[in-house]
């Protein structure tokens, strides 16, 4: 992507090839990705840089990938004459990179990270389609902004929450694991003093006594 933003003049043509290429690049590797597991991180100071993959996560992956590449078939004609196409096929790229960071990040600051990099490129991209698309563009971008502020509060108020900003322990994955589970056993010794102790009636046809009390 930002090779492509570089090029002038005939170089222009090979922008745009550069962009189909990397966009079927980029299909191809998410479908070798999919349903498979993988995670990474990097420490820096109090914040993690942190990357998953996972079942759900490589799906959203497959689509955006199948959709970055239906976008960039579109465009090799739709912005054929455009004077700025180098610029919108280069933007294209790395709004692609941005996407796939977004879905990977298993942090919350990196996943805000990439999402509002994505905001920068979207504009940059509407803007270039004409001469009259950068009022559209600013539309976009303060509407995006302002939803974008609404999820940094959702983030805030998260990590104020529960104490972290990983977003795996937020998640429960049913094929490693169930969910939090809390067992506790009361019998008679264990009951304090003074508590109320309640005597739970048996089943039919169990002898009285045979259920423990509880609290």
């Given at each position: 992507?930002?090779?492509?933003?570089?090029?002038?003049?005939?170089?222009?043509?090979?922008?745009?090839?550069?962009?189909?290429?990397?966009?079927?690049?980029?299909?191809?590797?998410?479908?070798?990705?999919?349903?498979?597991?993988?995670?990474?991180?990097?420490?820096?100071?109090?914040?993690?840089?942190?990357?998953?993959?996972?079942?759900?996560?490589?799906?959203?992956?497959?689509?955006?990938?199948?959709?970055?590449?239906?976008?960039?078939?579109?465009?090799?004609?739709?912005?054929?004459?455009?004077?700025?196409?180098?610029?919108?096929?280069?933007l294209?790229?790395?709004s692609?990179?941005?996407?796939?960071?977004?879905?990977?990040?298993?942090?919350?600051?990196?996943?805000?990270?990439?999402?509002?990099?994505?905001?920068?490129?979207?504009?940059?991209?509407?803007?270039?389609?004409?001469?009259?698309?950068?009022?559209?563009?600013?539309?976009?971008?303060?509407i995006?902004?302002?939803?974008?502020?609404?999820?940094?509060?959702?983030?805030?108020?998260?990590?104020?929450?529960?104490?972290?900003?990983?977003?795996?322990?937020?998640?429960?994955?049913?094929?490693?694991?169930?969910?939090?589970?809390?067992?506790?056993?009361?019998?008679?010794?264990?009951?304090?003093?003074?508590?109320?102790?309640?005597?739970?009636?048996p089943?039919?046809?169990?002898?009285?006594?045979?259920?423990?009390?509880r609290?």
């Amino acid at each position: 992507g930002l090779v492509g933003l570089g090029m002038r003049g005939w170089l222009r043509r090979i922008g745009v090839r550069l962009s189909l290429v990397g966009t079927l690049a980029n299909l191809c590797l998410a479908i070798s990705a999919f349903g498979k597991t993988f995670e990474w991180s990097a420490p820096w100071g109090t914040f993690v840089f942190s990357l998953r993959l996972y079942h759900f996560s490589s799906f959203i992956l497959l689509a955006a990938a199948g959709f970055s590449a239906a976008v960039a078939l579109y465009s090799w004609h739709f912005m054929a004459n455009r004077p700025l196409k180098n610029i919108f096929h280069g933007l294209m790229l790395i709004s692609m990179s941005m996407v796939n960071g977004a879905v990977l990040a298993n942090h919350l600051i990196t996943m805000l990270f990439f999402w509002e990099g994505l905001l920068i490129t979207l504009f940059g991209m509407i803007a270039v389609g004409s001469k009259q698309a950068f009022k559209t563009a600013t539309k976009a971008f303060i509407i995006a902004g302002v939803t974008d502020l609404c999820m940094m509060f959702g983030i805030a108020m998260t990590g104020w929450k529960a104490g972290t900003l990983t977003i795996s322990v937020h998640l429960t994955d049913p094929a490693s694991h169930q969910g939090p589970t809390v067992q506790a056993q009361v019998t008679k010794d264990t009951v304090p003093p003074g508590a109320p102790v309640v005597e739970p009636l048996p089943a039919p046809g169990e002898p009285a006594g045979s259920i423990e009390p509880r609290v």
